[in-house]
């Protein structure tokens, strides 16, 4: 049981998952809040620059 637990508790090749997991689930959280802090901004740029452009 002691060697079991020893092995478990040195056995880290899931550790990395987890932190590319964390990594994702951060920028996911950044972007959301990027698009609610700007997103009204953007959408009214490019209608602005939209109606300005001649259309073909």
Do not use: C, H, R
């Not at 990594?23 to 209608?47: D, H, P």
Request: no cysteine; proline share 2%; net charge neutral.
């Amino acid at each position: 049981m002691k060697n079991f637990l020893l092995k478990l508790w040195k056995d880290d090749d899931g550790a990395e998952m987890v932190e590319w997991a964390i990594v994702v689930g951060l920028v996911v959280l950044a972007a959301i809040g990027g698009y609610a802090l700007l997103g009204t901004k953007v959408a009214q740029t490019v209608s602005k620059v939209a109606t300005t452009l001649p259309s073909s």
